[in-house]
């Protein structure tokens, strides 16, 4: 399966896909990597990975629909299979997930549906929060809520802080999201009416 990953920053989760894609067995290959941040550091490491990258600065469209139109553009080109939202910091339309329904995953760094939005970590330590963790999701319309695809917790020690506990989760959304794009990549998991639906026994 042809693979996009769309970042906005730092992209580690980006390079845990890529490299779980290099291993020759893994049905999903990286084939492109889009940023709306210039500044991306994961466009470097996409680069060295021979990854092709793409910036769409949102400041050099006139509006939200021209820019998702020039990304759409690109992807025709490309024709990705499969979308992974990887540290990708903006909303994305309706339209545009119409237009891969069921093909659009993101990773988020909470247990949802706890946790929407930002600054996840520190918002469950501040609930007293003992477990937390990451989650992998279908992309719909509302922002962190489409249907669950993988999950995975960690503990919330009593001495973390929003950054210790985020390192925690990190190194486990890089193990949890590689899993879920091979699950998607294989049809063990779909989405259909609404629902993500696995495979028995997955
Ligand atoms: C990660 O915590 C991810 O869950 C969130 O953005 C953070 C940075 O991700 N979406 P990355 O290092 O840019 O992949």
Redesign the pocket.
């Known amino acids: 399966k042809r693979v996009v990953a769309f ?10 896909l890529a490299d779980a894609c290099a291993s020759e067995d893994f049905p999903a290959e990286i084939v492109a990597v889009i940023s709306d941040k210039p500044d ?3 466009l470097a490491k996409a680069a060295a990975r021979g990854i092709m990258t793409r910036v769409f600065e949102r400041r050099a469209y006139g509006s939200k629909i021209e820019h998702e139109l020039a990304i759409l553009d690109a992807l025709e080109v490309i024709k990705p299979d499969i979308i992974c ?5 903006r909303l994305i339309s309706g339209d545009f997930i119409s237009r891969y329904e069921g093909r659009i995953i ?4 909470s247990l949802l549906p706890l946790f929407a939005g930002l600054h ?1 970590h520190q918002r469950a330590i501040d609930a007293g929060m003992k477990i937390a963790g ?1 989650s992998v999701h279908f992309v719909t319309e509302g922002m962190d809520e489409g249907p669950i695809v993988a999950q995975a917790a960690v503990p919330v020690l009593a001495d973390d802080t929003s950054d210790t506990l ?1 390192a925690r ?2 190194t486990v ?1 890089h193990k949890l999201y590689p899993l879920a794009l091979k699950a998607l990549a294989e049809g063990k998991v779909r989405m259909e009416g609404g629902k993500a639906i696995s495979a028995p026994g997955t």
């Open positions: 970042i906005s920053g730092g992209g580690s989760n980006m390079v845990s991306a550091g994961g939202l990887a540290g990708y910091m993101n990773i988020h760094p996840t990451c985020a989760v990190l959304e």
